[in-house]
């Protein structure tokens, strides 16, 4: 006798209870829309302002593996932080890392001119290196100010989140 949840003329591989919980339930979060997050920023023990430029983030997490994308741009009001240390920025909130992350980033001129970057983390948050392993600050990879409007840092990742 044909096990009546199994029966692939009327569409039935097996049944809702099974399908809802075992398949659609562990894939549903890699339908949702990732969540948007504005990361803070500051430079060493400074919080730091954007003023009318780009300061933005979004997360999406899927079973203990957070994936994010950063975005930052220089804007005409956007003012030097005062304390020259080098800038951090946050991870989404509550999504707390284990052990080590690194991805790729990189800083973008409004020419196009592009310097690749290296992402760190210290705690809760990101910092980027130059090739030349300096941390981005307000002097590094250049003075940052009216002349760096546009200028853009782009980042993306993934790690394990202990949420």
């Keep these: 006798m044909p096990d009546p949840l199994v029966s692939p003329a009327a569409g039935f591989f097996v049944d809702k209870p099974f399908w809802d919980s075992q398949v659609y339930g562990q894939f549903a979060d890699l339908y949702a829309p990732w969540t948007a997050y504005t990361p803070a920023w500051r430079a060493g023990a400074v919080a730091a302002t954007i003023g009318n430029g780009t300061l933005a983030g979004k997360y999406k997490k899927i079973g203990k593996l957070l994936f994010w994308a950063f975005r930052f741009v220089w804007g005409s009001t956007t003012p030097v932080p005062t304390d020259a240390g080098i800038w951090f920025f946050g991870f989404p909130p509550g999504m707390p ?17 592009q310097l690749p970057l290296g992402v760190s983390q210290s705690g809760t948050d990101m910092w980027f290196t130059t090739p030349s392993d300096a941390g981005i600050s307000r002097t590094v990879p250049y003075t940052w100010g009216g002349s760096t409007v546009g200028r853009t840092i782009t980042a993306s990742g993934f790690y394990e989140t202990s949420a």
């Excluded at 890392?97 to 001119?113: E, F, H, L, Y």
């Design 97 to 113: 890392i284990v052990g080590d992350q690194a991805a790729p980033a990189r800083c973008t001129s409004p020419n196009g001119n």
